[in-house]
């Protein structure tokens, strides 16, 4: 059992405020893996005075004192990256090879990308007799979920030290095991106390405390876009700056060509990584109307090979995060068989021989409309849905038809029309041809998928405020 009943405030592990524990749950086995502390006002409050008080000297460090740090927390990251993959699987169910190859080394990435790019950074530039100067814009506030926790700290932890600034992190309580480790990582890599601090608790207290504080200069959000309306609501009197990424339904528009069948299966398998359970997961499969019922057997050829079960086991999906997440998906599923939609494989129920667990078959519909339910809200778990087109501007009229714009997904032979079509989608980050994700280019989203951008040195933009210093080379 893990007890994480302290939290990371200026430099030391302290007593919360107020003592109040709550179980986190593991979602393989339904029963409490351990205890964590849940935080208040006033342990957000010391948190937010030691993040004051470290950014008087953090904010004037040079680029070079700044990369040390990062290479000394780098350092340490890979010393636990086994512990941290533990933690991952544990808190939140990703299986054994994911935890191992994905969820622990992207937050590894983040840290090395910032690293890297911190030293080419332009931090001024000459205009006439003026000076344009970008500096740290104070302490952060950082409110992040439990589906690829490492990543989310990291996207905002990362650019964070590299600009000067300091910073308050509170994870998602559901997943907060992974976090405690990477304070103790910052801890041993000897990050000037205060620079970062870790106070766990749920949205309603520390969410919430952290987003309207009058100290916190800029908070920077991850989850659902109904939690980030109320994240920008708490944060519009202090008037300070929100950077959010937030709910996704992306289209993955599959090309009428002879590699049809490859790139749907290639589709089935992309939507089914970590459970489902990601913002810019492909969701809706938009596929030639005529060739249906050939993309629902390559599809369910596709889905037969995904093997779920004990994330600690060589399987490709594990459960779902919670309780509450699997009822969410199978209320959903039920409605989505109410509304028409075919099943081609999986829907409502447990899989064969998992009873413990909150474990959702992987599932494939068909026949979709684009205005049932199960393609415009986000299902946040395993499944896909197919939905017809009959040319490809009406591909990209569907593709678009929806509140979000997190993501993109083409394919097809033809790359040049494969580009067209990419261009023309509303989002964020438009994935070519099953391109992987890739940490030097910015990830943020359009329309409810959010405001700002993540990853790579775009993100340094979020952390930093613009100064005419004017007369300067007069």
């Keep these: ?256 060509d002879d590699e049809f069948a490859k790139n749907v299966a290639g589709g089935v398998n992309q939507m089914m990584v970590n459970s489902g359970q990601s913002c810019n997961a492909p969701s809706r499969m938009l596929v030639p109307a005529a060739r249906m019922a050939e993309a629902a057997e390559a599809a369910k050829s596709a889905l037969e090979k995904v093997t779920v079960g004990d994330p600690s086991t060589d399987v490709r999906l594990g459960p779902v995060v919670s309780e509450a997440q699997f009822d969410k998906i199978q209320g959903l599923l039920e409605r989505a068989v109410s509304d028409g939609a075919t099943v081609v494989d999986g829907g409502p129920g447990r899989p064969d021989g998992l009873p413990t667990g909150y474990y959702v078959k992987p599932t494939v519909f068909s026949d979709v409309t684009n205005d049932m339910e199960i393609a415009r809200t986000e299902v946040f778990g395993p499944v896909l849905v197919m939905i017809g087109y009959d040319s490809v501007d009406n591909a990209v009229e569907i593709a678009n038809d929806t509140d979000y714009g997190l993501a993109g997904y083409v394919s097809g032979k033809d790359v040049d029309e494969v580009r067209k079509v990419g261009s023309r989608i509303r989002a964020g980050s438009i994935s070519l041809n099953g391109a992987q994700l890739d940490p030097t280019a910015p990830f943020g989203g359009y329309k409810q998928s959010g405001n700002g951008r993540e990853w790579s040195d775009y993100a340094f933009d979020e952390f930093l405020e613009v100064k005419s210093m004017l007369g300067y080379g007069a």
């Design 1 to 256: 059992m893990r007890e994480i009943t302290k939290f990371y405030i200026d430099g030391q592990w302290v007593e919360p405020a107020e003592l109040n524990l709550i179980d986190v749950i593991n979602p393989a086995t339904e029963k409490a893996a351990g205890q964590v502390a849940i935080g208040t006002a006033a342990d957000v409050d010391a948190a937010v005075d030691a993040a004051r008080k470290a950014f008087v000297t953090w904010s004037q460090t040079t680029v070079e004192e700044r990369v040390g740090v990062l290479n000394a927390v780098i350092a340490e990251y890979q010393k636990r990256m086994g512990d941290l993959a533990a933690a991952v699987t544990e808190e939140m169910g990703a299986p054994n090879g994911l935890a191992n190859n994905v969820q622990v080394p992207i937050g590894l990435a983040h840290l090395m990308t910032a690293a890297q790019q911190l030293p080419d950074y332009k931090f001024y530039e000459d205009r006439g007799t003026s000076r344009v100067v970008k500096e740290p814009i104070g302490v952060c506030g950082f409110i992040t979920p439990w589906n690829w926790p490492l990543n989310q700290v990291m996207v905002k932890v990362a650019p964070a030290l590299a600009t000067g600034c300091t910073m308050v992190l509170k994870p998602s309580e559901v997943a907060p095991f992974s976090a405690a480790i990477v304070a103790e990582i910052f801890d041993a890599a000897g990050v000037p106390a205060g620079v970062f601090n870790l106070v766990n608790g749920d949205g309603p207290g520390v969410g919430s405390a952290i987003s309207s504080h009058p100290g916190i200069d800029m908070v920077s959000f991850t989850g659902s876009t109904r939690a980030g309306i109320e994240v920008a609501k708490n944060a519009a009197p202090t008037v300070k700056r929100v950077a959010q990424e937030l709910g996704g339904k992306s289209p993955n528009v599959i090309l009428d």
